[in-house]
Structure formats: C-alpha cells, structure tokens
C-alpha cells in the first residue's frame, strides 16, 4: 500500500476530485498555502494499493496542469533610489507536486 500525498492548485482541485471520485479513489483534503505565490492550494492524502499508484498519477497529471500567468514582480527596479516599480513577469502555474510513501500499516476503524 502507498500513501499519496498531492499538493494541487485550488483552481484544479474540482475536476481532479471528481475524475477520482468516478475511479473510486478516495482522498482526504486538506486545505494548504505558499510556495512563490503565497496563493491557497490543497494537499491530498490518498491511500492506494500499489498496482493502482500509476493510474492515481495519470489521472493527476491529466487534471493539473500547469499555465502561464503574469504577476507583479516584488523586486525593486533602482536599489540606490529605494523605489518600487512593480513590473510584470510571466510565471508558470498549476500542474501538481506529488510524493508517493510506502504504508507500513493501515487500518480504518
């Protein structure tokens, strides 16, 4: 057994959860933030036998994916001046980061 451990965009997390749902995979959300960003995403805890981790992958891969997105930069263009000029800079969002742990035990009570 392994334990899957998904941290996704929120703007991707309605279809993942449902393309899981209709395989029968469950998962526990988690709310979660950070990264570059600072902006929310969720942690899914996904307990799967091990012939099923590839299938658990592809779907994740397929539901998450990762776009461009233009943010303010948060660095200051004159040091010596001390000013901010936000300037803009593409980005590469979404897609997913996902750990894949062996279980050791599992039991539901």
């Known amino acids: 057994m392994k334990l899957i451990v998904a941290v996704v965009q929120n703007e991707d997390i309605g279809r993942l959860l449902d393309a899981l749902q209709k395989e029968g995979i469950m998962a526990t959300k988690l709310s979660t933030s950070g990264g570059f960003l600072r902006s929310g995403n969720t942690t899914l805890l996904i307990g799967i036998d091990d012939d099923r981790v590839s299938e658990v992958i592809d779907i ?12 303010s ?4 263009n004159n040091p010596s001046t001390g000013v901010y000029m936000p300037y803009p800079i593409e980005i590469t969002i979404g897609g997913a980061t996902i750990f894949v742990l062996n279980v050791e ?3 539901k009570v």
């Open 105 to 107: 035990r599992f039991e």
């Open 73 to 76: 930069s948060p660095v200051t």
């Open 60 to 71: 994740i891969s397929q539901k998450c994916k990762t776009r461009k997105q233009i943010v």
